[in-house]
């Protein structure tokens, strides 16, 4: 843990196991990661935010200039969140920046996303409205099937 923010407030890093208990203790999970990263799976939490700490763009990542303004927008600056990225440096960031403006119950969560799949915490993975996942058959030998045998007519 080291200070990175201008502020000299010091980054609480926490492990994934330490974040998944706060977050079913009822702090928020904020997702800094790109809404495209966001959109292939995500934690699941009750109160779950997607404010991109970065933009991908045909030159690189940019740091997403309304950042501030968003979280504003969402939380106050006495909510209890848990922010975490795709491996733990964007919400390291992320959490310098808020804490930087006032924000105090601040957990960065270590190891990101990537390290709460490891886990096999819970996710979130949205369907794709254009792809139906196909549907899974099984296939049952002929002694397994049950013979039904046909109704009388009444």
Not at 27 to 35: E, H, I, L, P, S
Not at 70 to 80: G, I, L, M, T, Y
Not at 105 to 134: C, I, R
């Amino acid at each position: 843990m080291g200070s990175i923010g201008s502020s000299g407030a010091e980054v609480v890093t926490i492990d994934v196991q330490e974040a998944k208990d706060l977050i079913k203790s009822g702090y928020g999970y904020m997702d800094v990661r790109t809404v495209e990263e966001f959109k292939r799976g995500y934690v699941d939490a009750e109160k779950i935010y997607n404010i991109p700490y970065m933009f991908n763009t045909p030159e690189g990542r940019v740091k997403n200039p309304d950042f501030l303004k968003e979280v504003a927008s969402a939380c106050s600056k006495e909510d209890h969140i848990v922010v975490g990225c795709q491996s733990g440096v964007r919400s390291l960031y992320a959490v310098a920046d808020l804490q930087n403006v006032g924000y105090k119950h601040l957990s960065n969560m270590g190891g990101g996303y990537l390290a709460w799949t490891e886990k096999h915490f819970p996710v979130v993975k949205p369907e794709d409205v254009d792809q139906k996942k196909p549907e899974v058959v099984e296939l049952k030998k002929p002694e397994d099937v049950e013979q039904k045998k046909p109704e009388a007519e009444l």
